[in-house]
């Protein structure tokens, strides 16, 4: 198979740990429901492949994410391989107690950086949606469970357009001091490019937030994922979301598209050196199962031409 | 219109010239012909969104690229915008004397960084390539006409794998040393990660060839065009070839795609303030008027986000 030849390049971690959000914010948005059968295979494919932390689920009300309506069950009857940690997305108090019931080790919040986005996705203000949260990762941390927190619209928003820096900072800020030992800035429209990257990551650092606090987690629906990860690495950061196939878009809004594609990511990264301990061909070869299963291609450019390197291997 | 913010990186040219490669290099590889006034109109359109240099056509024998058999008439017959290039490619002296015939001021010749690509290709030794390119750039230059080189495979071969950095070199300085003003990098089968750039561009370099007499031109193929693009601006080029819609992908070999969308190097461009003259609403709209005539989606992430954008807004 096909393969980066390695060339470092200086100022980039040895290592990054890739946070596999495939099962949950790729899959959430499927219309065709998913056999939990399928998705707990998925999550044992992923872990067989190298990947040591993927959200497997989401507790959000089954009215407004069907698709993830089973998440008792796969997390019930799931495999776990030692080592790897499985997140599960938690929208308050509620599903919270459903993941502790389940014995849940780590779960994710995921607020706004927005006013609009709070209204739509929460239903409150991004000052009440602080006020929701702050329960629920204390309760959490009373457990012994782990809380990272997503941020959404940090780079842009649909409906408000421009989002200023300083105001993704204060929220995020607010996220960690409530005790979360993780962020992930979003860029959920995709239309960050690597300057904005670099300046918020500035922003957060004069707001005493370094980037072992922080994660990214871009769309790829301008083409920007990749490049923009980068200057993430190249401002510290070492965890990065993307997602198996680059599954993640949205039926409802034909202009959102995927996240990062986990083998784009794993590309680069071969190829600069940087360790993932993630077994590309294995990736893949998941990923070219899961578009048959989906019934349609994987939108990750590696997996496509691995897949049609393969055809053409058989002919 | 959706756009990005604009957040400068240190670093970075003020301004890039993209070297539009639609109308060659975008469409020979289509099977289904495409009539000439489509394509007079391409490249009428091109102009008119801002892009300055615009590989028209090629005068390879029209045997082997019948996609681009028309290229007399296409010459003959398209609009010329006031201070744009029209570069054409040529093989061999045969096509330089048509083209010289219908008034072409700039040429592109096509080289090869592996002896496996050379002999196919061209079917000719590496060396054997350089005898029948030196009459053709001599011609050329007493012509009047300038004249730039590609060469390709310098990232990686598909038939002799890795391809070592010095051999690329001592291929480019070839060319260059016949008088060539400038040589396009080809990572052909897109494998390159955005270190192999720098070395690539420190080893030429190291050589006496600076990023001002250099260009590149990557394929998405593995998703890494752009992130290896913004190296090589970090390296100091500042010519960079694009395919807008990110078409080219090859009938004959389904793990060969396009080029770099030119839209969505835009949008990155766009966002770190660099100059390129470009008005990316007028381009997307060219890409997704071409991709109806080619009658499939365009690759171009920004092209499809647009294009799904534009059709929400009407439904």
Redesign the interface.
Known sequence: M????????DGLPERVTIYEVGPRDGLQNEAAIVPVEVKAELVARLAAAGLTTIEATSFVHPKWVPQLADAEELLATMDRAPGVRYPVLVPNERGLSRALALGVTDIAIFGSATETFARRNLNRTVAESMEMFAPVVARARDSGVAVRAYLSMC??D?WEG?VPVGQVVAAGVRLLDLGCHRLSLGDT????????V??LLAAFAAAGVGPERLAVHFH?????A??NT??ALRGGVTEVDASAGGIGGCPY???A?GNL?TE?LV??L????VETGVDLPSLAATSAWLAGRLGRPSP???V???S??A??TKE
Do not use: C, K, N
């Open positions: 096909r393969a980066p030849q390695e060339f470092p390049l780079f842009g649909p421009p429209i995709g239309v960050g490019t690597p300057g904005h670099t300046a790829d629906t301008y083409g920007q990749l490049v980068l200057a809004a034909r202009s598209t594609a784009d590309w680069m071969s190829g600069l050196g990750s450019r590696v496509q031409a691995l049609a390197a055809a053409e």
